[in-house]
């Protein structure tokens, strides 16, 4: 059994007009919102034993303040795989994990993340900023990871809801 957290990027500013999309920071409620979402992680005692990120700005901001909260003491790896990436590339890189990671959390954007969280459990899920998914997939190694692999969606929580 793997664990798959699933967690939209925090709310992110649009202030600075010379910024490009990829480069937008975190505003004031991601900041405050991402750290909770790490908070919420080691309550659950859901720490990840990886953490794999876009590497968009928004999105590398919220995962270092989850792993910095959760109690996270490894190296986050960030790819530009995820920026605004479909299921597919997710299901790429989680493929390539050892079977020792047992509970990873990717970092991303939507649609994308939406589009991951139904793949693996056949609901569909509104997934605003800083959402976290929680999925438990009948695989013993992220291998055997593929589009037919049925999940369980345990919870997902929304920071409005905190």
């Keep these: 059994m793997k664990?798959?957290?699933v967690l939209r990027h925090a709310k992110s500013s649009w202030g600075n007009a010379n910024l490009t999309d990829f480069?937008?920071?975190?505003n004031k409620r991601g900041k405050r919102d991402a750290p909770r979402m790490g908070e919420l992680l080691k309550e659950h005692d859901l720490t990840p034993d990886l953490i794999i990120t876009?590497?968009?700005e928004r999105a590398?901001?919220?995962a270092e303040a989850v792993a910095m909260v959760s109690g996270y003491e490894r190296e986050i790896?960030?790819?530009r795989q995820f920026y605004l990436a479909e299921p597919a590339a997710y299901l790429l890189l989680l493929n390539e994990l050892g079977a020792e990671y047992g509970r990873v959390l990717v970092v991303g954007h939507n649609p994308g993340v939406e589009d991951l969280v139904?793949?693996?459990t056949d609901i569909w899920e509104r997934m605003p900023t800083a959402a976290l998914a929680h999925?438990?997939?009948?695989?013993?190694?992220?291998?055997e990871l593929d589009v037919d692999t049925q999940g369980e969606l345990r919870n997902l929580w929304l920071p409005r809801q905190m």
């Design 77 to 79: 790896r960030v790819t």
């Design 60 to 62: 590398l901001a919220t």
């Design 54 to 56: 876009s590497s968009a």
């Design 135 to 143: 999925i438990e997939l009948p695989i013993d190694d992220w291998v």
């Design 118 to 120: 139904e793949l693996f």
């Design 3 to 5: 664990t798959l957290l």
């Design 23 to 26: 480069e937008r920071p975190l």
